[in-house]
């Protein structure tokens, strides 16, 4: 069923006693009597009062399950990650393009510029990433989204090595780096996903590991996340 709907329905749900009073009211107003709108506003005020936490509590459960929290993870813990780690919550999707197996991951180019020196590193979120059931052991899934983790290391290290061949320390220029640098990681990103249909063309996956690793070993020297100028 459309996600939408079923939000729609439960709103609807919820809200069925509101629109039983308002039926009581607009019967009631026409014989002049008024008490059953000052009810009525008074019982519309309390399910508002109610709702509103819930969504809020709702909202930041999708984005951050608090409930079932994991820090982010460094690129160095990449080997221990597993789908044990995907920890967020999807309230509603239950397919992808009609797919059960499917997974989603949340990773991130981070950065902290001081006087001298500059942190990069790249991080992987396990309480923002879930998989639809994680049951099924999918290998291929997982290391589909292992390499979105991948990627994501790959370019915080082409960061590092264009900040690294700079002459001098210069912020501006070292956050533009970054600033451009996480603009074509996420355009990568996409194209990994469309190329390789979210892992299930098994040919260009190969390419895009293939790729990835070896750009990856080539930048070697850079996976120390601090630049000391």
Same mark, same amino acid.
């Given at each position: 069923?459309?996600?939408?709907?079923i939000?729609?329905?439960?709103?609807?749900?919820?809200?069925s006693?509101v629109?039983?009073?308002?039926?009581?009211v607009?019967?009631?107003?026409?014989?002049?009597?008024?008490?059953?709108?000052?009810?009525?506003? $008074?019982? #519309?005020?309390?399910?508002?009062?109610?709702? @509103?936490? *819930?969504?809020?509590? =709702? %909202?930041?459960l999708?984005?951050?399950?608090?409930?079932?929290?994991?820090?982010?993870?460094?690129?160095?813990?990449?080997d221990?990650?597993?789908?044990?780690?995907f920890?967020?919550?999807?309230?509603f999707k239950k397919?992808?393009?009609?797919n059960?197996?499917?997974a989603?991951?949340v990773?991130?180019?981070?950065?902290?510029?001081?006087?001298?020196?500059?942190?990069i590193?790249?991080?992987?979120y396990?309480?923002?990433?879930?998989?639809?059931?994680?049951?099924?052991?999918? $290998?291929? #899934?997982?290391?589909?989204?292992?390499?979105? @983790?991948? *990627?994501t290391?790959? =370019? %915080?290290?082409?960061?590092?090595?264009?900040?690294?061949?700079?002459?001098?320390?210069?912020?501006?220029?070292?956050?533009k780096?970054?600033?451009?640098?996480?603009?074509?990681?996420?355009?990568?990103?996409?194209e990994?996903?469309?190329?390789?249909?979210?892992s299930?063309?098994?040919?260009?996956?190969?390419?895009?590991?293939?790729?990835?690793?070896?750009?990856?070993n080539?930048?070697?020297?850079?996976?120390?996340?601090?630049?000391?100028?």
């Amino acid at each position: 069923m459309n996600e939408n709907l079923i939000a729609t329905l439960i709103l609807l749900v919820y809200f069925s006693p509101v629109f039983y009073q308002l039926r009581i009211v607009i019967k009631e107003s026409k014989k002049g009597n008024r008490i059953p709108l000052r009810k009525f506003l $008074k019982f #519309l005020k309390y399910s508002f009062l109610i709702l @509103i936490p *819930i969504l809020i509590g =709702f %909202t930041i459960l999708s984005h951050t399950n608090f409930l079932n929290y994991e820090r982010p993870l460094t690129f160095d813990k990449y080997d221990q990650i597993t789908f044990e780690n995907f920890r967020g919550l999807e309230f509603f999707k239950k397919s992808l393009y009609g797919n059960e197996r499917f997974a989603y991951v949340v990773t991130s180019i981070e950065s902290d510029i001081n006087d001298d020196s500059v942190i990069i590193q790249s991080l992987f979120y396990p309480s923002r990433s879930f998989v639809y059931k994680k049951n099924m052991n999918s $290998k291929e #899934l997982l290391n589909h989204e292992k390499y979105h @983790i991948k *990627i994501t290391e790959l =370019f %915080t290290r082409k960061a590092k090595e264009k900040i690294s061949n700079l002459n001098q320390f210069e912020k501006e220029e070292i956050e533009k780096i970054i600033k451009e640098i996480k603009k074509d990681e996420r355009k990568f990103q996409k194209e990994y996903d469309y190329d390789t249909f979210h892992s299930y063309v098994l040919s260009e996956q190969k390419r895009y590991e293939k790729e990835v690793d070896s750009l990856l070993n080539l930048l070697t020297e850079y996976k120390k996340p601090k630049i000391q100028f």
